[in-house]
């Protein structure tokens, strides 16, 4: 069974990097996206609403499909229809093909989302302790490799097209071959007192999870669909270094990530959520005030150690709030990921349009600290992870996904 965990673990994880490499693909070259297909400063917040919105749509669809279908089987589908729809957006020629692409792109990033959370807190659940976090380090690794190759692009100048087809021919076939080992757990026998009698999702009491999750996500669209331009148009830089601030933003939550399951284990979810708040809220100060791009640097910097807790914490919590029913909880919970990113995008954006981008920087700013009033819903449940409370790591092991 130890094995099983393993490879399940190891498989899952390749997931969450292959989809950082997409994504940060995606987000990294919206201004030659944007040049690409003819699409004005106007138009755009319009083509980066229908992503989140769509993807919201696959999250629900998950919540419903998976009580007939196991998460790891909706995963190893999704994954592949994600790659090809962004290969899809760097073929098109019209805005109507743009349209559609990412519109397969959005509906196949919900179920994705959502199935690879899922299994990952039932993962966790096993384990015993928390792991959390080092799924989405791995995704932050991908962002890494994806923004680092978007750089090259822009750097020689090549077509979205050839940026994109050896990144699909080399992950395609390799997420394919790691799905037979996805790992599906099965629901906490334990009665769920905090979700209420049978295992239900209470929506008042995952609300304060749901406003957290969307705050910290408003301030990673921010990072992601706007640190681009924001440096390019803002602070003057060239469209190689716009390229930049999500690499360092990756590189920074990568290393906040790859040690935050310690500080969870050492300080508890609470504290180290309050933190990743607060510096967040410094960063995007610093962002906000930068005279040049190397300051603007400094402040993405900052941005990624802080908001690189939040997310995979939130995932966490919902877990331990409602054992019986985690994944419904977690499908839910995954929607305000894109309402996050459904109002971060064009808020920013018609902030920076009719104020300033450096104003338009404090509003996600004083949204991350408001996480601070929620901190407590991080609170560990009796089945808590971490130092002292770690349960048998075989225990609630669903079966491999192999042969389902």
């Not at 749509?57 to 499909?65: I, N, P």
């Not at 490799?145 to 940026?163: E, P, R």
């Not at 919902?318 to 996050?340: E, I, K, M, Q, T």
Request: hydrophobic fraction near 55%; aromatic fraction near 10%.
């Amino acid at each position: 069974m130890t094995d099983v965990l393993r490879r399940g673990r190891a498989s899952l994880a390749f997931s969450f990097f292959a989809q950082g490499v997409a994504f940060a693909l995606l987000v990294t070259r919206i201004p030659a996206i944007q040049d690409r297909y003819g699409v004005s400063d106007a138009l755009l917040p319009a083509f980066l609403a229908a992503v989140p919105i769509l993807a919201g749509v696959g999250s629900v669809s998950t919540e419903k499909l998976v009580k007939r279908i196991p998460p790891s089987r909706l995963l190893r589908w999704a994954q592949p229809v994600v790659l090809l729809a962004l290969l899809g957006v760097g073929a098109g020629d019209s805005t109507v093909e743009l349209g559609i692409a990412l519109g397969a792109f959005g509906l196949a990033v919900g179920m994705l989302d959502a199935s690879m959370n899922m299994l990952g807190v039932s993962l966790q659940r096993a384990y015993g302790r928390s792991i959390m976090l080092s799924f989405h380090a791995v995704f932050s690794l991908g962002g890494m490799v994806g923004a680092s190759l978007a750089w090259v692009g822009a750097h020689w100048d090549l077509a979205l097209f050839v940026s994109y087809l050896p990144v699909v021919v080399v992950l395609l076939p390799a997420a394919l071959v790691g799905s037979r080992w996805y790992v599906d757990g099965g629901a906490d026998p334990v009665e769920d007192k905090a979700g209420g009698e049978g295992g239900t999702v209470a929506f008042k009491l995952l609300l304060p999870l749901c406003l957290v999750m969307t705050f910290a996500y408003i301030g990673d669209s921010t990072v992601s669909n706007w640190s681009a331009k924001y440096l390019d148009d803002v602070l003057g830089s060239s469209e190689q270094m716009a390229t930049v601030p999500y690499n360092v933003y990756m590189v920074t939550t990568l290393i906040g990530r790859g040690l935050g399951d310690l500080g969870v284990r050492r300080f508890g979810a609470v504290a180290v959520v309050r933190a990743g708040a607060v510096v967040a809220a410094l960063g995007f100060a610093v962002v906000a005030v930068a005279p040049g791009a190397w300051v603007g640097m400094l402040g993405f910097t900052l941005l990624g150690l802080g908001l690189c807790v939040l997310v995979p914490q939130t995932f966490a919590a919902a877990g331990r709030l409602f054992p019986g029913a985690s994944d419904a909880a977690v499908a839910r919970l995954n929607v305000f990921n894109y309402v996050g990113f459904l109002i971060g995008s064009p808020l920013v954006g018609a902030l920076g349009d009719a104020w300033s981008y450096r104003g338009a920087m404090l509003v996600p700013m004083v949204l991350v600290l408001v996480t601070l009033v929620y901190a407590r819903s991080f609170a560990p449940q009796p089945d808590r992870y971490g130092g002292g409370h770690e349960r048998p790591r075989t225990a609630d092991v669903g079966r491999g996904s192999n042969g389902l």
